[in-house]
């Protein structure tokens, strides 16, 4: 056996000589390394004394951040040099007593449980229950803010926005839209007048209103109605998963989902022709009232969004 | 029976007359002040229907605006100029007359700029994308300007000397801007495409939106206005002073972000960020770990 393996095998620390090789530091240049560590210190507490001045004058917050932290990083930087190069380099072996207990503590222990513990209860039977049944009724309790976290039933609010007929369409500031307000190729994220700035009007009745020519346009059969002086509009919500649908390219004639890029075509009804979503946009019927303003001929014909259970 | 058919046939005959003559008047009108499909009736909305007008001693709009934007229309003097640029740098695709007919084609291949607008010429030449590097491409890019600003105007005084229309080259007035204004109208109307750090993304079929960290505030009025390439216009459905806000930000906030954390990553967003962090932080906790841990 060389005197290098020797070294590397384990000893007991207890009884060892003085000059035992294993309590030798693992440095192979002990003073070297002190000096380094006691740099590391000293640059340690200062920047702890700087972190006490900058405390009191209450200086900004990344000093005060960057002097603690700095401390704190040189004092660690030392603390494992310390370990690593100047403690006994061993190894050494202790051997670890078992942790389970003796059988006979464990069956005294189980004995003081079981036949005290149960006698006790036992003498008192009234207590005994009214105690487990208050326990039983806490847990049915506990249950309920876990039900109501569900929150109240939607009933039929899914099926329905707040577009009715006549409702004006107004855009973000509540302003309403005109017939000559869009240039060909224009868009605007409308909403029924007064839900602007409702939560409803901003998560379910968004719509976008884009216009695609000068005359009517019909995006389908049977819509021939819907696209007064080029004007469509189409339910803001992804059939996806709900994300709003605003990105409009005009030359495709394109509205694309940001979040899973399905992809629109604005000319015939938002069919989708790219991408997850399964269904096409709703798109809203329109008309042009006398004054010139847009307004809606009714509710959406089909749910607006992503499908839910009840949706047929 | 007659008589009663004669009196509803000649009542329903004026009246139409009455409602006709308005009618043709106002189309005749509407033709005759050059107003395009891409105008807005909208006051202070990027057309001459606005607070501030001036016209020259014919009567042609010079400048119009408000306090929030003023457009004004290149010099009639620099249309000589501007015929000599564009039948050396526009014409082999746009034609000679520019109608978007090349002398040895056939129309429809390239766009027609007769009626385009002065801002659609000035912002296409100025910002590099025309004269186009690849007039085949999906999508121009911004390059560095082969015409400079001077040229550009000249173009676009020409192009509009064939047909005059709008809008003409805006200037904002970025001192009245309202900026917190103009960041709630990016995240509803810009965010979408060019994302709300303003760095831009892709969109369908090769097309991209661009980034808008180093654009001209002029360029940036012209964008939002005429819509150039896939972008869509916003006419009426933005007044002046919101466009004004909208460039007040994109001009700030977007090409001048703050960065608490000393490095942006362009905005790449939580998740991208989230990964950077954790590669480099726990990259380096394993180095460190490693040197706490390694044995002689």
């Known amino acids: 056996m060389s005197e290098m393996q020797e070294h590397r095998t384990p000893v007991a620390l207890k009884g060892l000589p003085a000059d035992d090789p294993h309590l030798a530091p693992a440095a192979r240049n002990p003073q070297l390394v002190e000096r380094v560590i006691a740099v590391m210190f000293v640059l340690g507490t200062v920047l702890m004394v700087g972190f006490g001045w900058a405390y009191w004058i209450n ?9 603690m932290g700095g401390g704190l990083f040189f004092y660690g930087i030392g603390l494992v040099a310390w370990g690593k190069y100047l403690m006994p380099k061993g190894p050494f072996v202790e051997e670890r007593h078992t942790l389970a207990n003796t059988t006979q503590d464990r069956n005294a222990m189980a004995a003081a449980i079981v036949e005290r513990g149960g006698s006790v209860i036992k003498r008192r039977k009234m207590l005994g229950g009214l105690l487990g049944g208050g326990l039983g009724i806490f847990g049915v309790v506990a249950m309920f803010p876990l039900l109501r976290s569900l929150g109240p039933l939607p009933k039929d609010t899914l099926f329905h926005t707040d577009w009715r007929r006549g409702t004006f369409a107004v855009d973000q500031s509540g302003r309403r839209v005109q017939v000559g307000d869009l240039g060909i190729g224009s868009i605007v994220t409308v909403f029924p007048e007064g839900t602007q700035d409702t939560e409803r009007g901003q998560a379910v009745d968004q719509t976008v209103l884009i216009r695609l020519s000068n005359q009517d346009f019909t995006t389908q059969k049977g819509r021939e109605t819907w696209g007064p002086m080029g004007y469509v509009a189409y339910s803001k919500l992804c059939t996806h998963l709900g994300c709003p649908v605003g990105l409009y390219e005009q030359q495709l004639q394109m509205l694309v989902c940001p979040c899973h890029q ?51 | 029976m007659t008589s009663t058919f004669l009196k509803r046939f000649s009542t329903l005959s004026f009246v139409g007359l009455i409602a006709t003559g308005p009618l043709l008047l106002f189309v005749g009108g509407a033709h005759a002040a050059g107003v395009n499909t891409y105008q807005t009736t909208r006051k202070n909305a990027g057309s001459p229907n606005s607070d501030i007008v001036k016209k020259d001693a014919n009567g042609v709009v010079i400048s119009y605006g408000n306090s929030a934007i003023t457009y004004n229309a290149p010099s009639p003097a620099l249309a000589s100029l501007g015929q000599a640029l564009f039948l050396q740098n526009c014409a082999s695709c746009h034609g000679t007359e520019a109608n978007g007919v090349p002398t040895n084609g056939t129309g429809g291949a390239y766009p027609n700029l007769v009626g385009l607008g002065p801002a659609t010429i000035d912002f296409w030449i100025e910002s590099g994308r025309m004269p ?50 103009g960041a709630a109208l990016f995240a509803l109307n810009c965010a979408a495409c060019h994302t709300i750090e303003g760095d831009g993304d892709a969109l369908a079929k090769s097309t991209f939106a661009p980034s808008l960290r180093n654009i001209p505030a002029t360029q940036v009025v012209e964008a939002i206005r005429t819509g150039p390439g896939n972008m869509p216009r916003f006419t009426g459905n933005l007044s002046d002073y919101q466009v004004n806000d909208i460039v007040k930000y994109v001009t700030s906030y977007i090409q001048h972000p703050q960065n608490p954390g000393g490095f942006g990553l362009g905005g790449l967003g939580p998740v991208a960020e989230g990964f950077v962090g954790l590669a480099l932080g726990v990259g380096l906790l394993a180095l460190v770990g490693f040197w706490v841990g390694e044995r002689q």
């Open chain 1, 59 to 67: 200086a900004q917050q990344w000093k005060l951040g960057a002097t």
């Open chain 1, 262 to 312: 399905s992809m629109f075509n604005v000319t015939n009804g938002a069919i989708p022709n790219f991408g997850p979503a399964p269904r096409p946009l709703p798109q809203l019927p329109l008309y042009i009232d006398a004054q010139g303003f847009i307004r809606a001929q009714g509710d959406y014909h089909v749910p607006v969004g992503p499908g839910f259970w009840e949706r047929s």
């Open chain 2, 132 to 181: 186009a590097a690849d007039p085949r491409g999906v999508q121009a890019s911004r390059r560095v300007a082969r015409l400079d600003h001077q040229q550009a105007l000249a173009v676009a005084a020409w192009v509009n000397s064939l047909s005059p229309s709008y809008p003409a080259i805006p200037t904002p007035n970025l001192a009245i801007a309202n900026v917190a204004d």
